[in-house]
């Protein structure tokens, strides 16, 4: 059985179901399409198909586009990696669990190494000092919402551990700073405008094509609620807010913020494969796609780059990908790999939270893409 065949057969699967309700499932080698197809509703109660142009929301696809934007302003010189994030933030001082001020850097905020955590407490702490971790709405800025960290203590010192974080929210405010304009200037002027990633952006070029969000259930997927917060079986414990990225006042988050299409971040990730293309030097790609964590794991056989997680023993991991894969996902319903060794660029979009993140459906593509 061919790939093509493999792969339908799992889309059709899901969307029959009902655990998936629309998708976009590219699969590409050595920069040819092994596997394209649209299929399913981007608006399930509207009966709006989904289409390779349909806009989803991004969730953590933003992370790699702002770690690329970063890296790009640091291969010219603006920063480096190891900048104190106090010096580019004044106003963003958190303290280490035994309460020094932390030596936080550029570097440490890149790897989710800064003592900063996804922690559902931040979004519910008392009188008015909630933390927005990028998901749910907000009015506050960079500052106002952020500085609120100074008396939470980190969960360790920077450098410490490993913990997936909003540590990109961190590194876009320090971005915005350095660039001299909002955190989507900086994005569109050295990422998204030169690779051509048209509707990449902190808000929606275009609503009619924008997909519904769905959030799991059972017998189906369910139109989600704003806020929606999943159950606490599910994994993930932080609230969702589809509306924000409607709100012009809301910070851009550089960890979850960016909506866009297939085509973009097919661009992106290829450009990534490739070397860097006219956005990033192949020197700084090769670094960013290789262990940055020395000593430190993500999850088992895995440690972590600047763009995602990286296989480091596919036995360990319980993956047929190859050692040096890197890959990652989006909480809204999304999940990407790079296997160079391969010349494998594949991915998986949908609107469904969190199966087409972190449930069976984006296993199932692995599993059908390595069948052979």
Known sequence: MGIERRLNQVIDQFLESGKITGTVVLAYQHGQPLFRRAAGYADREAGRPVEFDTIFRFASLTKPIVAATALAMVDRGLMSLSDS??????????????????????????THTS??????????????????????????????????????PLAFA??????????????????????????????????????EMADSRFHVTDPARLAAPYADAYPAAVRMTDPYYAPGEAGWTLGFSPSRIFNPKAFQSGGAGMVGTAGDF??????????????LSPETVHLGLSNRIDGLVSDPGCSFGYFGAVVDNPAEAGTPQSAGTVRWG???????????????????????????????????????????
């Open 266 to 279: 097919l661009v992106f990730l290829e450009t990534l494969r490739t070397g860097g293309g006219a956005v």
């Open 158 to 195: 920077p450098g410490a551990a490993w913990s997936y974080s909003f540590a990109t929210d961190i590194l876009g405010a320090v971005i915005a700073k350095v660039h001299g304009g909002s955190l989507e200037d900086a994005v569109v002027t050295y990422i998204a405008g030169p690779l």
């Open 330 to 372: 989006g909480v809204y319903g999304h999940n990407w790999f790079i296997d160079r060794a391969n010349g494998l660029t594949v991915f998986n979009m949908s609107n469904n939270a969190l199966e087409g993140c972190m449930g069976e459906f984006p296993g199932r593509i692995v599993e059908a893409v390595y069948a052979a």
């Open 85 to 110: 994030v106090a010096a580019h933030l004044p106003w963003f001082q958190p303290k280490t669990p035994d309460g020094v001020v932390a030596d936080m850097s550029v570097h440490h905020l890149l």
């Open 115 to 152: 003592g900063l955590v996804y922690d559902v407490t931040l979004e519910h702490l008392s009188d008015g000092q909630a933390i927005t971790c990028g998901l749910l709405d907000t009015d506050l800025d960079f500052e106002a919402n952020f500085s609120r960290h100074n008396v939470v």
